[in-house]
């Protein structure tokens, strides 16, 4: 049964990571397995920041921001490969040119499209490195561009997947001689051949598409942390590890905040009972955590999750009017526009409350759009925490000592919106 593993750029960050990654695959021969990996280290962002410098008409510092790119992937090419760097180093060069290129070829279009273009780059040059290095190492090798796989309209930077001719093109590979697939997260074209990218973060997504396609068996995400937690363990001193947990859970943990594996992932393996297992690739005897359709460890444990910078509204019709579904459908259409998510919604006769991120860029200008029909009262400078499963005793000593904003609770969710002064830095689950 095939098997689908996903390498973030964490685990493939520098030589030292990539050697670690073919001493880790070495203890999983069996075939098939596709290998999805992501960007090296922070490569993304370089070629975001890339990409606004050359945008911003800064031509110096787009060309010291690619020679830095190009002198990073060569140097950790040189630290793998020594004396036998000769091909790869070329292979990179190309890629660096065609980066360069294409970015050039492409300045004029819409920035969307133009991003791509560049992006897509960062796995490109991270598959070419590491699939060498697998090579190398004696692993029988095939890379594979995932621009040829995974097909998506052209809603450049967050394209959507057409799963038809994506799952044709996918189940038209053959597998079976026995050699590992290398392919990118993340990347993906239109019918033209335009590329295209799913959302940053998306190499997770690549992994459940490819994995879909295939109907594997099992898929993978090897991460920095050694699994899923009931809450986040950097902002709670007493987390502790879920073995096994559904779906539908895993959905409701990443929708209300936790962000270990992105929302997208799960709907394409759920509909396939693939579980999907969060390891870590430090520790290869950990268990990790899988999400499955048959998991029955829910409820018996609460989970929490914060968002911090969140910002309260509170909106009123004028004169003394009602908070009628009009003005609900007209205020919940601007957050569509702002592009922004309401963690809390809560409405009353002449009220509707919204908890936001406090993201400047959208939630000002849907502020302004807001009070120029309606009276908004506004508080900054908060946290909501959200909880899973929680009984009455667990709210009670989490509340204390502490206002509570705005509430909200139903049979499997409570949620409670704090002045971010009066939270602690670390959390404490009471016992
Ligand atoms: N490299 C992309 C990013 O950093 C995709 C991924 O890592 O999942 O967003
Ligand atoms: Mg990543």
Same mark, same amino acid.
């Given at each position: 049964?095939?098997?689908?593993?996903?390498?973030?750029?964490? +685990?493939?960050?520098?030589?030292?990571?990539?050697?670690?990654?073919?001493?880790?695959?070495?203890?999983?021969p069996e075939r098939p397995l596709v290998v999805v990996i992501s960007a090296m280290?922070?490569?993304?962002? =370089?070629?975001?920041?890339?990409? =606004?410098?050359?945008?911003?008409? !800064?031509?110096?510092?787009?060309?010291?921001? &690619? %020679? #830095?790119?190009?002198?990073?992937?060569?140097?950790?090419?040189?630290?793998?490969?020594?004396?036998?760097?000769?091909? *790869?180093?070329? $292979?990179?060069?190309? @890629?660096?040119?065609?980066?360069? $290129?294409?970015?050039?070829?492409? =300045?004029?279009? %819409?920035?969307?499209?133009?991003?791509?273009?560049?992006?897509?780059?960062?796995?490109? @040059? #991270?598959?070419?490195?590491?699939?060498?290095?697998?090579?190398?190492?004696?692993?029988?090798?095939?890379?594979?561009?995932?621009?040829?796989?995974?097909?998506?309209?052209?809603?450049?930077? #967050?394209?959507?997947?057409?799963?038809?001719?994506?799952?044709?093109? *996918?189940?038209?590979?053959?597998?079976?001689?026995?050699?590992?697939?290398?392919?990118?997260?993340?990347?993906?074209?239109?019918?033209?051949?335009?590329s295209t990218t799913l959302g940053r973060e998306g190499s997770d997504y690549t992994?459940?598409?490819?994995?879909?396609?295939?109907?594997?068996?099992?898929?993978?995400?090897?991460?920095?942390?050694?699994?899923?937690?009931?809450?986040?363990?950097?902002?709670? !001193?007493?987390?502790?590890?879920?073995?096994?947990? +559904?779906? #539908?859970?895993?959905? %409701?943990?990443?929708?209300?905040? /936790?962000? *270990?594996?992105?929302?997208?992932?799960?709907?394409p393996l759920q509909q396939k009972a693939i579980p999907l297992t969060v390891r870590?690739?430090?520790?290869? %005897?950990?268990?990790? +955590?899988?999400?499955?359709?048959?998991?029955?460890?829910?409820?018996?444990?609460?989970?929490?999750?914060?968002?911090?910078?969140?910002?309260?509204?509170?909106?009123?019709?004028? !004169?003394?009017?009602?908070?009628?579904?009009?003005?609900?459908?007209?205020?919940?259409? $601007?957050?569509?526009?702002?592009?922004?998510?309401?963690?809390?919604? !809560? /409405?009353?006769?002449?009220?509707?409350?919204?908890?936001?991120? +406090?993201?400047?860029?959208?939630?000002?200008?849907?502020?302004?759009?807001?009070? /120029?029909?309606?009276?908004?009262?506004? &508080?900054?400078?908060?946290?909501?925490?959200?909880?899973?499963?929680?009984?009455?005793?667990?709210?009670?000593?989490?509340?204390?000592?502490?206002?509570?904003?705005?509430?909200?609770?139903?049979?499997?969710?409570?949620?409670?919106?704090?002045?971010?002064?009066?939270?602690?830095?670390?959390?404490?689950?009471?016992?």
């Open positions: 049964m095939t098997q689908v593993f996903k390498f973030g750029g964490a +685990s493939i960050k520098d030589a030292a990571a990539i050697r670690h990654l073919g001493r880790l695959l070495a203890h999983f280290g922070k490569t993304t962002n =370089a070629l975001e920041a890339l990409l =606004a410098a050359a945008r911003g008409d !800064d031509r110096d510092d787009y060309r010291a921001r &690619l %020679e #830095s790119l190009r002198g990073d992937h060569l140097a950790t090419v040189e630290a793998l490969f020594g004396s036998t760097a000769g091909p *790869v180093t070329q $292979r990179v060069e190309a @890629l660096v040119s065609e980066l360069d $290129r294409r970015h050039r070829a492409h =300045a004029e279009r %819409e920035r969307p499209f133009h991003y791509d273009q560049t992006v897509c780059f960062g796995e490109l @040059l #991270s598959t070419t490195i590491v699939g060498a290095w697998l090579d190398e190492v004696g692993m029988a090798t095939e890379w594979l561009d995932a621009r040829e796989l995974v097909v998506t309209d052209d809603d450049h930077q #967050s394209a959507s997947v057409d799963w038809k001719t994506t799952a044709e093109r *996918v189940r038209g590979l053959d597998l079976a001689d026995g050699r590992l697939r290398v392919t990118q997260g993340f990347i993906g074209a239109t019918p033209e051949g335009a992994a459940a598409i490819l994995a879909h396609c295939l109907e594997a068996e099992v898929v993978t995400v090897w991460k920095d942390v050694p699994g899923l937690f009931n809450a986040d363990p950097r902002r709670f !001193d007493n987390a502790v590890q879920f073995d096994r947990i +559904s779906f #539908s859970e895993a959905i %409701e943990l990443a929708w209300h905040g /936790a962000t *270990v594996i992105h929302p997208k992932t799960l709907a870590s690739f430090l520790t290869l %005897e950990a268990p990790g +955590s899988t999400i499955a359709g048959d998991a029955l460890h829910d409820g018996d444990v609460p989970a929490f999750m914060l968002c911090e910078e969140q910002t309260l509204l509170e909106i009123r019709p004028r !004169d003394f009017a009602f908070m009628d579904e009009a003005r609900q459908h007209d205020i919940l259409g $601007r957050l569509v526009t702002a592009g922004l998510h309401a963690g809390l919604i !809560d /409405a009353g006769a002449m009220r509707l409350s919204l908890c936001l991120d +406090s993201h400047p860029a959208r939630l000002e200008p849907l502020v302004t759009s807001l009070c /120029a029909d309606y009276s908004v009262a506004r &508080l900054d400078g908060l946290t909501l925490l959200t909880v899973r499963h929680p009984d009455d005793d667990l709210l009670r000593a989490l509340g204390e000592g502490r206002e509570v904003l705005a509430e909200r609770r139903n049979a499997t969710t409570a949620q409670y919106l704090f002045h971010t002064r009066e939270c602690p830095a670390t959390w404490h689950i009471p016992e």
